[in-house]
Each structure stands twice: as C-alpha cells, then as structure tokens.
C-alpha cells in the first residue's frame, strides 16, 4: 500500500514538473490584441552582435511571426527569395522549416509568409492581378508552397497597387486577388494579411479600404518611414502627432493622420494593427547649430554597425551609440512624442522604450487590433543596452497585457549564438558539394571574409569595382571561381539599391554558377582548368 502510494505520489511529481515545463514555453498571459513580428530574414548575414538567427527569436513575444520575403517568379508563382538561406534544399540553411518549428515552443504562434516589399517593386505583381488566368496559377501555388513549408498563412506586401509601374486598375484588381486568395484559403484555414502604406495618396490610388477589411484577417499599417533622407529637412522617422507648424504636405505624415484616415474610409478598428518601427532614421546637418526638427540637411546621415545602410539605424544600434559614445544631446518634441538625437552633424530621430510604450496606449485608445513591428532583429536582442533581451518588444506586450512588469525571461538564452546552429563542413573526396556557411560577413565595402570553410591562408581579392548587383542571388566573381558573392537587396525603402557580401568556397572548390553552390573544378567545366 504504502509502494503504491509512494509511486503515484513520484507520478504526480513528474507530472507537475512536465507540465510547469510546459507552462513556461507557453505565453504567461491571455490578451485580445495581436502582436505581429516581422522579421528581415537577411540579418543572417549581418557580423557579430548584429547577426540575428532563427534562433534568436523568442517565440512566446509575439502571437504572429511574419518570414520576410518571398518573391514573385516569372510563371506568376511564389518563390523562395533566398533559396540557400531559406530552404534545406541543395544542403541550404532551412530558415523556413526552423521558423516554422518555433510553433513547437508556442502552440498558439502563427506564421507567416510575406510575399514583396519595396525592391519587389509593383510591376510584376499588376501584371499578375490584371489576369484570371495568371492569379488563378498564384494563389494555387500559394497554397502548395504555404503548406509545403507549413506556414499558417500569406501577408501580401505589393507596394503599390496604381503605383511604382502598375496601373489604376489594380485597385480593383487587388481585391480580386484578394477574394480569389480568401477562398483557396478557407479549406486549410490559412491566414491571409497584408502591409499597407500610410500615405494619404497612396491609400487612395491603391486600396478599396472596405473589401480589404473584409478579406484580410488583419491589416499591418506601415506607419513609419514618414521622413527620411529623401527629404531636405530633418524629420522624425514616426512621429505620433503633427506639429503645430507643420507645412500642409507635412500635416498628413504622422502616425495619427494614418490611423484615423484608415478608419474614416472604412477599415474593421479590431483588423487594423499599427506598425511600430524598431529602428531609426539619421540625417547630416547642414548647419550643427541648426539642429531641431525641420532644420535643413544635406542628405543621409550615418549608417548602422550591424545593417551597414546609409540613414538607417536598427534600434540596437542607436541604442550602443547613445550608451556608449559621448556627445549625443537627446531631445523629446511633445507632439512628434519619440526622442531624437543629436551629436555635431549628425542627427537620428527613432523610437525607445517610452515612445513605444506610449505608441500602444494610443492604439489601445483608438480600439485598434494589435501592434506590429518592424522588425524584430533590431531591436537589442541580445540586451546589451539595457540588461534584458527585446526591451521594446518587452515594452509592447507589457502594455498590451496591461502589466506594469517586465515580460518572464526569455524561452531560449542566446548569447553566445552568433554562428549558425547548421553546419557545412568542406567535401571530402566522392562526398557531395555543399555550400560554405557564411558566418561572417560584410556590406557595401566587400572584401575577403572568414567562412566555416574558409583555410587560414587569406587570398589577395580582386579589384571590388568588378562586382555589381543587378538582380538578387548567389553570382561567380568575374575573375576569380573560388570567390563567390551575394546581392542582397536592402530593406525596403531603396530602388535598385544592394548590400554585397563576399564568401569564398572551402579547399578545393569553386562556385558553380549553373548550381548555385561550390563544387569539385571537374563539375564545373567553365573553371576546371584554372589553378586555385
């Protein structure tokens, strides 16, 4: 009797551990609004702190995770953008598959597939919608791929219908593509989302507000990228509110203006999920004494460690600058309601954890259907800024759930994870060609990098003005088959406007362009008689 006891009772134990195990992978508490993650998958090939692997995702943060993107081919089906990068296939990293397998962590994530952004362009995609046929062959191809890799859905991020190449028909078109997409997906319960743009003239050339409301599950409002260095004057990347003296032009480009303008023309509040962004825009000064907002600039300003764009800094990176170097004059304008920041010429308006915060109590204010944010690998993952990982991820849930404490500790501790959890280890003699795993990578200013596969001897590289990107992808250096690059576009937000990084292939092989992989020089005809 008292065996069976003392049995039932180490039973009951194990039990109790299993499932407060359990527990702890799950999220801690129940909230009506969506947090929505996007994530730019190319932050693979970002150095040191910046480089951000599946992995360093915590997936009880967010209740929907977005891969971005997908691209559309030229048979008008979806298409893997960066085949190594996001498929096992041809010995590939598997980004797809191990983004799907945070479900496992959290049984109520949702993940998505986005299909565009910027460098997509609107072309291809007009082109597509205008035609029964060829929609007929996306969406089934939508369906194949989503279930293939098993995401939970698509999040359509065409940027414009009626602008950038496509036609005023595609307003109408849209929604067709829409409806038809609605209804392939309702067998397999699939998600269907889209990324939509908060300027005023966009909206109207591009969006039937009310049948998107009624089509999509949610709508992500991009309500950022107001000013930038396109610009003349120094302007907030996101501000809240307009200012006073706002020029007429100026007046419609702040978050406020977006929200009540989407909700004046018809968009479900509960579907409407405003977009909050976890980086920054810099600008240079004209003039260091002129240095508020509205204060003139002669162009970009400084570029980020880690994502290496001209006037654009992930949070992560604002944040090391601030902490770190002396000088920065922080300023806070009541109506813009986020910090901006200045040191000499340089000047960087961006949002922190009290501007977040205060970002989400409006839309809680204006009944709106979540956050979401772009995008999760700059914001301080790996909390070197403030002693916890995702502060302003942290900040956003906090709010939403209506707790004042911090989020529970991270599911996974990543702090040491700077390489990939895969390995691709050099060809032995009659083994298969792999492709080195870039490890360690640099932009804009190529030169020669130290791959997993790499030897200890440094080649002297060729001259750098030979490389050039007209398209993304894997390519041979003109010169050299051992040194192979990759044209990766930047986020969006620039045309034609690429990030190189350099790889050279392990001992004894060279790039194959056909294959898009390194091989033995016997498989690859055009480089088998050269020395290297």
Same mark, same amino acid.
């Given at each position: 009797?008292?065996?069976?006891?003392?049995?039932?009772?180490?039973?009951?134990?194990?039990?109790?551990?299993?499932?407060?195990?359990?527990?702890?992978?799950?999220?801690?508490?129940?909230?009506?609004?969506?947090?929505?993650?996007?994530?730019?998958?190319?932050?693979?090939?970002?150095?040191?702190?910046?480089?951000?692997?599946?992995?360093?995702?915590?997936?009880?943060?967010?209740?929907?995770?977005?891969?971005?993107?997908?691209?559309?081919?030229?048979?008008?089906?979806? $298409?893997?953008?960066? @085949?190594?990068?996001?498929?096992?296939?041809?010995?590939? #990293? +598997?980004? *797809?598959?191990? /983004?799907?397998? %945070?479900?496992?962590?959290?049984?109520?994530?949702?993940?998505?597939?986005?299909?565009?952004?910027?460098?997509?362009?609107?072309?291809?995609?007009?082109?597509?919608?205008?035609?029964?046929?060829?929609?007929?062959?996306?969406?089934?191809?939508?369906?194949?791929?989503?279930?293939?890799?098993?995401?939970?859905?698509?999040?359509?991020?065409?940027?414009?219908?009626?602008?950038?190449?496509?036609?005023?028909?595609?307003?109408?078109?849209?929604?067709?593509?829409?409806?038809?997409?609605?209804?392939?997906?309702?067998?397999?319960?699939?998600?269907?989302?889209?990324?939509?743009? $908060?300027?005023?003239? @966009?909206?109207?050339?591009?969006?039937?507000?009310?049948? #998107? +409301?009624? *089509?999509?599950? /949610?709508?992500? %409002?991009?309500?950022?990228?107001?000013?930038?260095?396109?610009?003349?004057?120094?302007?907030?990347?996101?501000?809240?509110?307009?200012?006073?003296?706002?020029?007429?032009?100026?007046?419609?480009?702040?978050?406020?203006?977006?929200?009540?303008?989407?909700?004046?023309?018809?968009?479900?509040?509960?579907?409407?999920?405003?977009?909050?962004?976890?980086?920054?825009?810099?600008?240079?000064?004209?003039?260091?004494?002129?240095?508020?907002?509205?204060?003139?600039?002669?162009?970009?300003?400084?570029?980020?460690?880690?994502?290496?764009?001209?006037?654009?800094?992930?949070?992560?990176?604002?944040?090391?600058?601030?902490?770190?170097?002396?000088?920065?004059?922080?300023?806070?304008?009541?109506?813009?309601?986020?910090?901006?920041?200045?040191?000499?010429?340089?000047?960087?308006?961006?949002?922190?954890?009290?501007?977040?915060?205060?970002?989400?109590?409006?839309?809680?204010?204006?009944?709106?259907?979540?956050?979401?944010?772009?995008?999760?690998?700059?914001?301080?993952?790996?909390?070197?800024?403030?002693?916890?990982?995702?502060?302003?991820?942290?900040?956003?849930?906090?709010?939403?759930?209506?707790?004042?404490?911090?989020?529970?500790?991270?599911?996974?501790?990543?702090?040491?994870?700077?390489?990939?959890?895969?390995?691709?280890?050099?060809?032995?003699?009659?083994?298969?060609?792999?492709?080195?795993?870039?490890?360690?990578?640099?932009?804009?200013?190529?030169?020669?990098?130290?791959?997993?596969?790499?030897?200890?001897?440094?080649?002297?590289?060729?001259?750098?003005?030979?490389?050039?990107?007209?398209?993304?992808?894997?390519?041979?250096?003109?010169?050299?088959?051992?040194?192979?690059?990759?044209?990766?576009?930047?986020?969006?937000?620039?045309?034609?406007?690429?990030?190189?990084?350099?790889?050279?292939?392990?001992?004894?092989?060279?790039?194959?362009?056909?294959?898009?992989?390194?091989?033995?020089?016997?498989?690859?005809?055009?480089?088998?008689?050269?020395?290297?």
């Amino acid at each position: 009797m008292h065996k069976t006891m003392g049995r039932i009772l180490s039973l009951l134990v194990i039990l109790g551990f299993i499932i407060s195990i359990q527990a702890d992978l799950m999220p801690k508490s129940k909230s009506p609004y969506k947090v929505v993650c996007y994530l730019g998958s190319w932050a693979n090939y970002r150095y040191g702190d910046g480089k951000f692997l599946i992995e360093d995702i915590d997936p009880r943060l967010c209740t929907h995770l977005i891969y971005g993107f997908a691209k559309l081919g030229h048979d008008n089906k979806i $298409a893997a953008y960066d @085949t190594y990068l996001d498929l096992k296939e041809n010995w590939g #990293l +598997g980004a *797809y598959n191990r /983004f799907n397998e %945070l479900k496992k962590k959290n049984s109520e994530l949702k993940t998505l597939l986005a299909i565009g952004g910027w460098n997509e362009g609107s072309t291809k995609y007009s082109m597509m919608a205008r035609n029964p046929s060829s929609r007929k062959i996306f969406v089934e191809s939508c369906v194949n791929f989503l279930t293939k890799y098993g995401f939970d859905g698509l999040d359509l991020d065409w940027e414009y219908p009626a602008a950038r190449g496509g036609t005023p028909e595609d307003k109408k078109n849209f929604v067709l593509l829409l409806m038809e997409l609605r209804e392939a997906f309702k067998p397999n319960n699939m998600l269907l989302t889209a990324a939509v743009s $908060a300027g005023q003239k @966009t909206i109207d050339g591009a969006y039937d507000i009310p049948a #998107l +409301g009624k *089509y999509l599950d /949610f709508i992500n %409002l991009m309500a950022y990228d107001f000013h930038g260095g396109w610009d003349k004057l120094t302007g907030h990347n996101a501000p809240l509110y307009l200012l006073p003296n706002d020029s007429e032009d100026n007046k419609k480009l702040n978050v406020d203006f977006a929200v009540k303008y989407w909700l004046e023309k018809g968009a479900p509040a509960e579907k409407l999920i405003l977009g909050l962004p976890f980086y920054g825009r810099s600008f240079t000064l004209r003039d260091p004494e002129q240095n508020d907002l509205n204060a003139p600039i002669t162009g970009k300003g400084i570029a980020g460690e880690f994502t290496r764009e001209q006037g654009f800094l992930g949070y992560n990176e604002i944040c090391k600058k601030l902490e770190f170097e002396k000088g920065w004059n922080i300023k806070v304008e009541k109506h813009i309601a986020a910090p901006y920041a200045v040191k000499e010429r340089q000047w960087i308006g961006y949002d922190d954890i009290k501007s977040i915060k205060t970002k989400v109590n409006y839309l809680i204010k204006m009944n709106l259907g979540g956050a979401m944010i772009w995008s999760i690998e700059t914001d301080d993952f790996r909390g070197r800024c403030h002693g916890h990982k995702y502060p302003l991820l942290q900040t956003i849930n906090s709010v939403l759930s209506g707790s004042s404490e911090p989020i529970p500790k991270e599911v996974t501790d990543n702090d040491n994870s700077i390489f990939p959890k895969t390995s691709t280890e050099l060809p032995t003699s009659k083994a298969k060609p792999t492709v080195p795993s870039p490890s360690t990578t640099v932009s804009t200013t190529p030169r020669v990098v130290t791959g997993s596969t790499r030897s200890n001897k440094i080649p002297v590289f060729p001259n750098k003005d030979v490389l050039s990107c007209s398209q993304s992808g894997y390519f041979r250096h003109p010169e050299n088959c051992k040194f192979f690059y990759l044209c990766q576009p930047k986020r969006p937000g620039f045309v034609n406007d690429y990030l190189i990084y350099l790889f050279t292939c392990g001992a004894g092989t060279v790039f194959s362009e056909k294959d898009r992989i390194c091989n033995f020089p016997v498989n690859v005809p055009e480089c088998k008689e050269k020395n290297y």
